[in-house]
């Protein structure tokens, strides 16, 4: 699933190219996509037409454009969804699951999913500018809402592993599996630490490290491992070729030298350095007898 830094490349192509304008109508195919706006394809598309976009917005890895009727369209990238902008001559693409044609004749704006676990809906806009279908998760780190001291006092409190705390999107949201990893490495932390046992300057360095490391991403258009994911012009980042951990089984540390290893967690891959980030020791109540 794309992480902050793929949403956000495609937040600001939609930006560039589709705020200001009015939708002067909506196709939308089949019930998958819209499985998400409990009234239907039919009811999104004839709630969308006529309304003007006034923003491209995000928060970790959910994205929404704002309409003027105080609604927000909310986009569920999943694993392999793509906001496409197309001229309206250009061939549909297989597997374009909806289509928004503009009053100014411009380019359309195409959803496109091959594995169709995206999709599409509605959702009324709170107070703070957040759809109330997203309140939910947490402010990201580059949120002006995002208070990193009451994240560190969070995650101190906890006895799970470190990298999970980094997952949970209703802690902080945005850092998926690939910029966990990469910030570990840089912060020299295995994943499987846990939070508790951590000092409170180790976690907010870890969180620094996960900020600048999304950032740097940002910057060459985000890690493309998939070739289904892309900008709003088709292009895919290339940020992969920076990583220093994920991804990087048997090659040599970038820090010092030794061979990077390969560990299951929580049902995904985590990739570190056995040297930098070397595994936790059990601690003492993990090895106390338990009475059956």
């Known amino acids: 699933m794309p992480e902050l830094p793929e949403v956000e490349v495609v937040r600001r192509g939609l930006a560039d190219h589709v705020v200001g304008r009015r939708i002067d109508r909506a196709q939308i195919t089949g019930l998958r996509v819209a499985r998400r706006h409990v009234a239907g394809p039919e009811d999104l598309a004839d ?16 994205l929404w454009l704002v309409l003027d009727a105080d609604e927000a369209l909310i986009i569920h990238l999943g694993m392999s969804g793509q906001m496409l902008v197309k001229p309206v001559d250009a061939p549909r693409e297989k597997h374009c699951h909806a289509v928004f044609d503009f009053a100014d004749d411009g380019p359309q704006l195409r959803f496109v999913d091959q594995r169709t676990f995206g999709g599409l809906a509605l959702s009324p806009l709170g107070r703070d500018g957040i759809p109330d279908a997203v309140t939910h998760i947490a402010p990201d780190p580059f949120e002006a809402a995002f208070d990193q001291p009451s994240v560190v006092r969070r995650m101190k409190l906890r006895e799970s592993a470190v990298k999970r705390a ?22 020299k932390v295995h994943g499987e630490r846990v939070c508790a046992t951590l000092t409170k300057p180790m976690l907010g360095r870890v969180l620094d490290h996960a900020r600048q490391v999304m950032a ?28 220093h951990a994920y991804g990087r089984e048997g090659t040599a540390c970038d820090r010092c030298g030794a061979q990077m290893r390969r560990e299951q967690f929580m049902n995904r891959s985590s990739f570190s350095c056995p ?9 003492r109540d ?7």
Do not use: H, M
């Open 47 to 62: 709630r969308v037409r006529g309304t003007t976009v006034t923003a491209a917005a995000r928060r970790g890895k959910y």
């Open 166 to 187: 980094l997952l949970d999107q209703s802690l902080v949201s945005g850092i998926g599996n690939i910029y966990a990893d990469e910030a570990l490495w840089r912060a």
């Open 216 to 243: 740097e991403a940002l910057e060459q258009g985000g890690t493309s491992f998939d070739t289904l994911y892309v900008n709003v012009n088709g292009a895919g980042g290339y940020f992969d070729r920076s990583l």
């Open 275 to 283: 040297v930098c980030q070397p595994r936790p020791r059990p601690r």
């Open 286 to 292: 993990d090895l106390a007898p338990r009475l059956s």
